[in-house]
């Protein structure tokens, strides 16, 4: 986890970003960057506060890992910095853009044209070829539907003669392979990754994971990944850990024997610590 230290430089503004007044400035070299940013639902005593203030920079060009235990805020964390839920408090930046305050259609925009998602349950279009799939962003975008670009993408993840393909035709692996070759059609500043692995076995889960691996190191990509498992996170050059809506605990390039180790220790205290307060209350 990188600490932001020094004079901070404004990044410059990109044509079309709806900026946050009062934001404050981006830090060069960052993919994401979030400052104090919390998430609440509901009001009141029933309030839930998913995210507690979570400070965080990623550099470009770097596989991060998120785990936590279950209601860690794991999720929450991955809507609001991708843009797909708006934080109740602090600020986001994705490629030196401030998201926090654009409007809906500017955050639709952006998420089409500069990031790359991979789902656990592959969120492929049964109706159209493998090649359609892959081009979906740039349709959507409205931008030129580069069918070389799509041939190259597929090249990369070992699919180049199913483009014509339609994914009922293809496994489970397959499948996956094709939203990774969607996710990195538009060269995006971050791939999301949301339990990608999830419904693989290992061997395959492992090709999916060394695809994004090749990705960063190879592409230059920035990929943000949430996982549950641990075999799956070792593929990352870091791990964050969350609990209770912020962050514990981090490892650098972990083995999944220490990030087993290590999100077993932080599940025990997450239980003990909910124990604790549990019988202050029957105390009480």
Known sequence: MRLRKGRRQEAGRLPGAD???????ATPGLAVEL???????????????????????????TFTAVMGPSGSGKSTFLQCAAG?????????????????????????????SRLGFVFQAFNLLPSLTVEQ???LPMRLAGQRQDRGRAAEV?????????????????????QQR???????????????????????????????LGLLRHAVDSLGATVVMVTHDPAAAAWADRVLFLADGAFA???????????AARMAALTGRTRAAAGAVAGAGVAA
Not at 19 to 25: D, S
Request: net charge positive; with cysteine; hydrophobic share 40%.
């Open 19 to 25: 900026e946050c007044p009062g934001a404050p400035a």
């Open 249 to 259: 605990d981090h490892l650098e390039r972990g083995s999944a024997e220490r990030i």
């Open 133 to 135: 799939n892959v081009l």
């Open 84 to 112: 797909l839920d708006r934080p109740s408090a602090g600020s986001v930046r994705l490629g030196g853009t401030e998201i926090t305050g654009m409007s809906e259609n500017a955050l639709t925009e952006l998420r089409r």
């Open 154 to 174: 597929l090249a990369r993840v070992g699919l180049a003669d199913k483009a014509r393909r339609r994914p009922g035709e293809l496994s489970g692996g397959q």
């Open 35 to 61: 400052r104090g940013v919390r998430r609440r639902y509901g009001r009141g005593a029933g309030a839930v506060h998913a995210l507690a203030g979570v400070d965080l920079a990623l550099p470009r060009g």
């Open 178 to 208: 094709v939203a990774v070759a969607r996710a990195l059609v538009t060269a995006p500043d971050v791939i999301f990754a949301d339990e990608p692995t999830g419904a693989l076995d290992t061997g395959t889960a492992a090709e999916v």
